[in-house]
C-alpha cells in the first residue's frame, strides 16, 4: 500500500490507498479487546487517536467458518454506539470498478463525519518519497546483481527487452533505467579498477575454459 503495509488482498489495498490519499489516520490490524472480544479488524479510523471507525473487508464467499466469523463481527459491532461499523466485498468493486468502489469508501467516511482532504501529488509524494527510493534502489540493486550473474552486458538487457511480447511499459521504463545503470556501474568498474564476486568468478571460468589453470595439490587439498 501506500502507507507501506503488506495487506491481504486487492480490496483491502483499495481501502487503504483511499485512507492514505485522503490524510485519514487508520491502522491496519490493530489489535482491538472489548467486552471480552479480541480481534484485528482490517482497518480502525483514529481521530484524536481514538478508534472512530472499523472497516471490514470479508473478502471469502462460500466458507461456513470464515461466514461464523462475520456474523459474529456484526453482532458484535452492532451494539456498539462510540465505533461505527462499515464493511465491503469484492462484489462492490466488481459492479463498481475501483474508481465506484473508491467513492463508495469516502461515502462511508462521510456517513461516519470523518474529516478529510484529498491531497495533493505533492504531499503525497513527499510522505512515501523515502520508502521508494528505497525500494527502488532495492529493486535496481537487484537486477545489477542478477545480470552480473548471469554475465549480461547492458546491451544483452536491451536486447531481450525489445524481444519482449506484450510488454508493460512500465516494464520496459524500468529495463531501461536498469540497463543503462548496469553499464554505468560496469564503467565504473573498469575505471575505478574493482571487480565484484560475479566477476571473479566469471573470469575463474573462462581461465578454465581456456586451459590458463593450473591444479596443485596442498594438504590434501587442490588449489587452482
Known amino acids: 500500500t501506500l ?69 459474529r463481527k456484526r453482532e458484535f459491532w452492532s451494539n456498539q454506539t462510540d465505533v461505527a461499523f462499515v464493511e465491503f466485498n469484492p462484489s ?20 461516519a463525519e470523518i474529516l478529510y482532504r484529498r491531497l495533493s501529488e505533492d504531499e503525497i509524494w513527499e510522505r512515501v518519497r523515502q520508502r521508494a527510493v528505497d525500494t527502488f534502489s532495492k529493486a535496481l540493486r537487484g537486477f545489477v546483481n542478477r545480470a552480473r550473474q548471469l554475465n549480461l552486458s547492458a546491451d544483452d538487457i536491451r536486447q531481450r527487452m525489445y524481444a519482449l511480447e506484450d510488454s508493460n511499459k512500465n516494464v520496459v521504463a524500468f529495463l531501461e533505467l ?8 560496469l564503467g565504473r568498474s573498469h575505471r575505478e579498477g574493482f ?18 589453470a593450473t591444479w596443485t595439490r596442498a594438504g590434501g587439498k587442490e588449489h587452482g
Open 3 to 71: 502507507g507501506g503495509e503488506y495487506v491481504k488482498s486487492f480490496g483491502e489495498r483499495l481501502i487503504a490507498n483511499v485512507l492514505f490519499e485522503h490524510g485519514v489516520d487508520y491502522k491496519y490490524e490493530r489489535n482491538f479487546t472489548r467486552g471480552g472480544f479480541n480481534y484485528r479488524p482490517d482497518f480502525t479510523v483514529l481521530v484524536n487517536w481514538k478508534p472512530r471507525v472499523v472497516i471490514e473487508y470479508f473478502g471469502i464467499a462460500g466458507d461456513p467458518q470464515y461466514q461464523r466469523n462475520v456474523d
Open 92 to 111: 462492490q468493486i466488481i459492479s463498481l470498478g475501483e474508481h465506484g468502489f473508491r467513492r463508495v469508501v469516502l461515502a462511508a467516511l462521510d456517513q
Open 195 to 212: 571487480e565484484d564476486f560475479s566477476g571473479v568468478m566469471w573470469r575463474a571460468a573462462a581461465e578454465v575454459r581456456d586451459g590458463r
Open 178 to 185: 536498469a540497463a543503462d545503470v548496469h553499464e554505468e556501474y
